[in-house]
């Protein structure tokens, strides 16, 4: 898998360096909050497996389903929930845990869905962000794993038409692989 790979990004090594930083932060600021992580399916639950075994503090967590790619390498603008919560979110804190912050669309459809549940406060924390000259939409993101160019990346959840989610680093795929 990884001989597909133009290049690699972050090694396995950096990615779990950095979730670790991450949440030892993230344990800091939710100390005694009724925290409740929400990862995006399905690109962002390697991330939440990660990050939920390094928090120090208490808390659940869920997942909502949202889709906006198919076998594509670009947004498609259009997102779909595939699934709500089931968990009460009412009066307790959410952190959204997505993959990567992309155009900013299925943030922005997932966090006016939590918002319906009226939680007490909603953060995001994404493993990458993308750089982008122009987004759909702006939308603040509290934790940043990294921040990469725009480039089509794969791997720690993210995919190429549900291929290579489970490369345990993050690598810009070769251009032969989706032309
Ligand atoms: P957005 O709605 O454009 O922000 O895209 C968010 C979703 O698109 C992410 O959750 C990913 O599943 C997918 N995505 C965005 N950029 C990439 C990429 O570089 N590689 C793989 N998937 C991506
Ligand atoms: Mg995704």
Known sequence: ?????ESVLFTEEQ???RAKELA?????????????????LKGGIIFLADLSRLLTIPHSYDMV????????TSSSGHVIITKDVDVPLKDRDILLIEDIYDSGNTLFVVRELLDVHTP???????????EKKERVREIPV???GFQIP???VVGYGLDYNQKYRNLPCI????KEMYT
């Open 1 to 5: 898998m990884e001989s597909d790979l």
């Open 15 to 17: 990615i779990r360096i």
């Open 24 to 40: 030892d932060e993230i344990s800091r600021d939710y100390q005694g909050r009724d925290l409740v992580l929400i990862s995006i």
């Open 65 to 72: 389903g949202a889709s906006s790619y198919g076998a594509r």
């Open 120 to 130: 007490r406060s909603v953060e995001i924390c994404a493993f990458l962000w993308k």
């Open 142 to 144: 509290k934790y940043i």
């Open 150 to 152: 725009d480039v089509f």
């Open 171 to 174: 690598g810009i795929l070769k």
